[in-house]
């Protein structure tokens, strides 16, 4: 079944204390993303990436990092989560530009508390 | 995000039509997106429309196109209780392939 899976699905966790969020892809897609979700703020692209090693900012980088070293996971790491970024968020993956739609899959999201 | 606004909040009696509005911005070659949010979970496509549509139309879904004003609308014809989620416009520019602007979300409610 073709799916993007993040974990935790849940995260409640310490100011200060790094943290990583998984997000696996297996449709062999070139692009993927993370976005934040926050009450009236709709989705905010925090970074995304085109493919293996190459990566670019999104509306809302600071505080976060990601890395791309296999096309199918795309991480996001938060050295010193801080309570700003307690936030539902989700991992999306999309095909090349061969693929004209862009169509993004969505994971399930991540719900982080940070306290 | 700022450069894609909607409505936030829409009710609608069942087996009327619903309306949603966005308004964008980008002025480059660009795909205009609508995605459904359902409680719980993660956003699903709906459909999709290119900047140099002026209308699409997939079974129950309409989406129109207004390039000279930047709006767009999503139109669901026999609104049903399951359309009840949060939607969201969204837009993407072939100029930047991986960015996207997703408006606020608007929360449709459907009543009997």
């Known amino acids: 079944e073709a799916q993007v899976t993040q974990n935790p699905r849940y995260l409640i966790t310490v100011t200060g204390k790094k943290l990583t969020v998984t997000c696996s892809q297996n449709?062999?897609?070139?692009?993927m993303s993370w976005y934040r979700q926050d009450p009236g703020l709709g989705l905010r692209q925090i970074y995304y990436?085109?493919?293996?090693?190459?990566?670019d900012k999104g509306d809302v980088p600071e505080g976060y990092k990601v890395s791309r070293k296999e096309k199918r996971n795309f991480p996001l790491i938060l050295e010193s989560p801080s309570p700003n970024q307690t936030s539902l968020y989700f991992c999306?993956?999309?095909?090349?530009?061969?693929?004209?739609?862009?169509?993004?899959?969505f994971g399930p999201g991540t719900r982080l508390t940070v306290l | 995000g700022e450069d894609v606004e909607q409505s936030l909040f829409l009710s609608v009696r069942e087996g009327d039509s619903s309306v949603i509005n966005c308004t964008y911005t980008?002025?480059?070659?660009?795909?205009l997106y609508w995605y459904k949010q359902e409680p719980g979970a993660g956003l699903q496509l709906l459909t999709y429309?290119?900047?140099?549509?002026d209308m699409k139309q997939d079974q129950r879904l309409t989406v129109l196109l207004n390039k000279k004003d930047k709006h767009l609308s999503l139109r669901i014809a026999d609104t049903q209780t399951g359309d009840s989620a949060i939607y969201f416009c969204?837009?993407?520019?072939?100029?930047?392939?991986?960015?996207?602007?997703f408006g606020a979300g608007t929360q449709v409610v459907v009543t009997p």
């Open positions: 990436s085109m493919n293996v090693e190459v990566t």
């Open positions: 429309i290119f900047s140099n549509m």
């Open positions: 999306a993956s999309s095909g090349d530009r061969e693929s004209w739609t862009n169509e993004q899959f």
């Open positions: 969204a837009e993407s520019s072939t100029d930047s392939w991986g960015k996207f602007q």
């Open positions: 449709m062999n897609h070139e692009y």
């Open positions: 980008d002025s480059s070659s660009t795909y």
